[in-house]
């Protein structure tokens, strides 16, 4: 075998892995034994131990032309268990930055420069956007009268980020959150511009983009005197937004603005009594809970506090029958499709990685799986049963759980009339003409 000489080192690179003291490293493995890529078909003999190693000896070109970066989903596993707490997903978000841009793997980054440039992932028009959110709320106020989608309000307490594959594709999966915040009597708005909820800035590496992503959603909050933004639900979009945040922050103080996250905004609504809940439409079912990487561990280890009890809570006032997978909370194997692993060109990559998950699922003997990111969903509800299907297993949102479990308290005729009127209002000044609407 040949002797393995340290290669020169980029400065600004060298700079970069300083932060990070690869002396401590004691190659022990953890790392390696816990992470789901290690042994991917096409990736055999490469694990995040040898990534580590090569890279201590500078052979950075080798591992940023690998796709071992991309196969990555920055779940977090192995620097929660490495018992030197090195930072390996933010070494291998920096592998990824140092891809030259033309070879990001998909769409990933045609993704990122789209939501740069219009405000949303698929390049959805302004025009279209607002003509579907006014269309879908007409819908919706069928079922509940008086609903509308507020779009750019002045002085609300809540402001909500659509994911666009929703606007583009899934559009009644937006009803869940619709119906919440109709029940709640909630005044809520999303922003007509830059409303996109997914960052995949965050995933292909982008630290200014990512900056500017978040710093977008400052600008619509200080402008329209938004109370609190709910973090998006996207794991990846929750916690990359909080990343730019904290480095706009970082450069001006006056950059905070109120946020909160999805469950702990629920179960808000839950204990002030604003919704109540009925567990006997989900009779007959066992269900369990996915811990998504970014809303768990990712965010513990890095802003120091996760939501592991926080879900399971809500969901106890919307079930009877619930069973934890194992491992859990920290120790939870990811879905295999965060870190841009769901859209990006390697589905049998991220299939392998899932079959440990498919296995968490199987044993606790589960009908519904309850998530709250929408890349958890799409891949244990789409990927995972293409390729894993003796076990068959429904999956829902956990904020699904909750408007389908919702105990609606009418609207008075004097809400309805109200709400009705600023839904033809608002469609008019933005320019939306929905003259089929009977108001």
Same mark, same amino acid.
């Given at each position: 075998?040949?002797?393995?000489?340290?290669?020169?080192?980029?400065?600004?690179?060298?700079?970069? /892995?300083?932060?990070?003291?690869?002396?401590?490293?004691?190659?022990? !493995?953890?790392?390696?034994?816990?992470?789901?890529?290690?042994?991917?078909?096409?990736?055999?003999?490469?694990?995040?131990?040898?990534?580590?190693?090569?890279?201590?000896? !500078?052979?950075?070109?080798?591992?940023?032309?690998?796709?071992?970066?991309?196969?990555?989903?920055?779940?977090?596993?192995?620097?929660?268990?490495?018992?030197?707490?090195?930072?390996?997903?933010?070494?291998?978000?920096?592998?990824?930055s140092l891809?030259?841009?033309?070879?990001?793997?998909?769409?990933?980054?045609?993704?990122?420069?789209?939501?740069?440039?219009? !405000?949303?992932?698929?390049?959805?028009?302004?025009?279209?956007?607002?003509?579907?959110?006014?269309?879908?709320?007409?819908? /919706?106020?069928?079922?509940?009268? !008086?609903?509308?989608?507020?779009?750019?309000?002045?002085?609300?307490?809540?402001?909500?980020f659509p994911n666009s594959k929703e606007v583009y594709g899934d559009f009644e999966d937006q009803f869940w959150w619709w119906k919440i915040f109709y029940a709640a009597r909630e005044n809520w708005t999303v922003p007509s511009e830059g409303w996109e909820a997914v960052d995949w800035a965050l995933f292909t590496g982008n630290y200014e983009a990512n900056k500017t992503l978040a710093k977008r959603k400052i600008d619509f909050m200080k402008k329209h005197n938004i109370s609190r933004m709910i973090m998006p639900d996207c794991g990846g979009g929750s916690y990359g937004c909080r990343k730019g945040m904290d480095k706009c922050v970082m450069e001006d103080p006056n950059n905070e603005v109120g946020f909160t996250y999805l469950y702990d905004y629920?179960?808000? /609504?839950?204990?002030?009594?604003?919704?109540?809940?009925?567990?006997?439409?989900h009779a007959g079912k066992r269900f369990t809970w996915h811990d998504s990487c970014k809303h768990g561990r990712e965010l513990e280890r890095h802003f120091g506090k996760g939501y592991f009890e926080e879900p399971r809570w809500i969901i106890n006032q919307c079930v009877d029958d619930f069973m934890d997978m194992t491992p859990n909370r920290g120790l939870n194997y990811c879905c295999g499709g965060g870190g841009g692993m769901w859209p990006m060109p390697y589905e049998?990559?991220?299939?392998?990685?899932?079959?440990?998950?498919?296995?968490?699922?199987?044993?606790?003997?589960?009908?519904?799986?309850?998530?709250?990111?929408?890349?958890?969903?799409?891949?244990?509800?789409?990927r995972i049963p293409k390729y894993y299907t003796e076990y068959k297993y429904e999956v829902k949102y956990i904020w699904q759980l909750i408007a389908e479990s919702l105990v609606l308290e009418e609207w008075d005729a004097d809400m309805i009339a109200k709400g009705q009127a600023e839904a033809k209002a608002q469609w008019e000044k933005l320019g939306i003409d929905l003259t089929d609407v009977e108001y």
């Open positions: 075998m040949d002797m393995v000489m340290p290669k020169p080192m980029d400065d600004e690179i060298r700079e970069f /892995l300083d932060k990070f003291d690869f002396s401590s490293c004691m190659v022990c !493995g953890t790392c390696s034994n816990g992470c789901p890529i290690t042994d991917t078909p096409g990736m055999e003999g490469w694990d995040t131990r040898k990534v580590m190693r090569m890279l201590a000896y !500078g052979m950075v070109d080798e591992v940023v032309d690998s796709n071992f970066p991309w196969l990555c989903t920055g779940c977090g596993r192995c620097a929660y268990s490495c018992p030197m707490g090195i930072d390996i997903p933010a070494v291998m978000g920096h592998m990824k891809r030259d841009r033309d070879k990001v793997p998909g769409t990933l980054q045609q993704g990122m420069v789209n939501n740069v440039e219009t !405000g949303n992932n698929l390049a959805i028009k302004k025009d279209d956007y607002l003509l579907g959110m006014a269309e879908l709320g007409e819908e /919706l106020d069928e079922e509940f009268p !008086g609903f509308y989608v507020p779009v750019d309000k002045q002085n609300a307490n809540i402001l909500f629920l179960i808000q /609504l839950i204990r002030e009594g604003r919704i109540k809940l009925d567990k006997s439409v049998d990559e991220s299939a392998w990685h899932a079959r440990y998950k498919y296995d968490q699922i199987k044993r606790s003997g589960a009908d519904v799986v309850v998530v709250a990111c929408s890349n958890c969903r799409d891949q244990i509800m789409r």
